[in-house]
């Protein structure tokens, strides 16, 4: 299985909502990681996990909490949005120091209303 | 810290005409090197990657790149380019612990007929 999976695929949620984001790798990847990406950006880094231990987050609002319950999957839990986070969220894995690159999922295009 | 820069933001090529995109790095150390694609609302796809040797890098659609140390560039080739290569494209250098990636901002390409 060479695949990282994403879901849901799309989601709408109000900003009181409290909603997750789900990420599965397969690959035997020992660090794992959340991009954002607004629409005609590039990808920016969010929060980096590298054996279950978050070892990265770029100054990313408290409204966005990841988790990663094993070294498999990688969520993230959203809460009070604001209508500026919508955006393709986008997941990836790699194996720590082998540089043997990073595989990416498909993303979750949440929008906020 | 690492940078990437892509200096085209948008290029239009004729189908079967070839194509060369840029990339330029800034990275203290020997750096990963990647490029990605990504078409519309949909995740990002390897195209290729360098670590080491030999620095003409075969990839995956008939894509090709060079790294250059002295120039410190690392561009995308390729001799012919079909209607469906029209996406984004994005250079990414990744550190040597292999648990960072950064991008550059993209580079728009548009096939015409």
């Known amino acids: 299985d060479t695949e990282v999976t994403q879901t849901p695929k799309h989601l709408v949620m109000g900003m009181t909502n409290k909603k997750s984001l789900k990420c599965e790798q397969h690959?035997?990847?020992?660090?794992m990681y959340w991009y954002k990406q607004k629409a005609k950006k590039p990808p920016e880094l969010m929060f980096v996990?590298?054996?279950?231990?978050?070892?990265i987050n770029e100054s990313v609002p408290s409204r966005f909490s990841p988790e990663c319950p094993n070294s498999s999957l990688l969520n993230l839990h959203l809460h009070a949005l604001q209508p500026e986070d919508s955006a393709l969220y986008l997941c990836?894995?790699?194996?720590?120091?082998?540089?043997?690159?990073?595989?990416f999922g498909s993303g979750t295009r949440l929008t906020v209303v | 810290a690492q940078s990437v820069t892509q200096p085209d933001i948008h290029i239009t090529v004729s189908e079967g005409a070839s194509l060369e995109l840029r990339c330029n790095y800034s990275y203290g150390a020997t750096p990963y090197l990647f490029w990605y694609v990504q078409s519309p609302g949909q995740g990002l796809q390897l195209l290729l990657k360098y670590f080491s040797g030999d620095t003409l890098v075969q990839g995956i659609k008939g894509f090709e790149a060079e790294f250059k140390r002295s120039q410190s560039s690392f561009n995308l080739r390729k001799p012919s380019v079909h209607w469906s290569d029209a996406a984004e494209y994005f250079c990414a250098v990744g550190n040597n612990a292999g648990n960072m990636l950064t991008f550059g901002g993209g580079t728009r390409l548009m096939v015409k007929p």
């Open positions: 690959m035997g990847h020992r660090a």
């Open positions: 996990y590298s054996y279950e231990k978050l070892s």
């Open positions: 990836a894995s790699s194996q720590p120091g082998q540089g043997s690159g990073y595989t």
